[in-house]
């Protein structure tokens, strides 16, 4: 078992900056990796950036390229997503999941994903 914890989120206007947290806990192993997904109402969880825990490989999609940073910190197994210039369109609830199969590529769909975390929301004001 694998339990993940979102922390970070909240209400910014437009061009402001957050950082979400994702601490990891159980049975992690070096050979997985962690996602952020985002979901708004009545659709399906997309994938926004993921990272594989022993190198650091990263992906991200294409509209939060040059915002969001993800990152890790091996100490503190816990994942870091810093979301810079944030517009209205990133609003949503941001979940992390773990993926604890091969770790690369980085997997983009959300029922590859093992584990999720329950979730924290992020709006983004105009």
């Known amino acids: 078992q694998v339990q993940l914890v979102e922390s970070g989120g909240g209400s910014v206007q437009a061009g402001g900056s957050l950082r979400l947290s994702c601490a990891a806990s159980?049975?992690?192993?070096?050979?997985?990796?962690v996602g952020w997904f985002r979901q708004t109402p009545g659709k399906e969880r997309d994938f926004v950036a993921g990272?594989?825990?022993?190198?650091?490989?990263?992906s991200y999609t294409d509209s939060v390229k040059g915002r969001f940073t993800i990152s890790r910190d091996n100490a503190k197994t816990t994942v870091y997503l810093q979301m810079n210039s944030l517009k209205p369109e990133d609003t949503g609830v941001y979940y992390c999941?773990?993926?604890?199969?091969?770790?690369?590529?980085?997997?983009?769909?959300?029922?590859?994903?093992?584990?999720w975390g329950q979730g924290t929301q992020v709006t983004v004001s105009s």
């Open positions: 990272i594989t825990w022993s190198v650091g490989r990263t």
């Open positions: 999941a773990a993926d604890l199969g091969r770790s690369y590529p980085l997997k983009k769909n959300s029922y590859e994903y093992d584990y």
């Open positions: 159980g049975r992690t192993r070096s050979g997985y990796a």
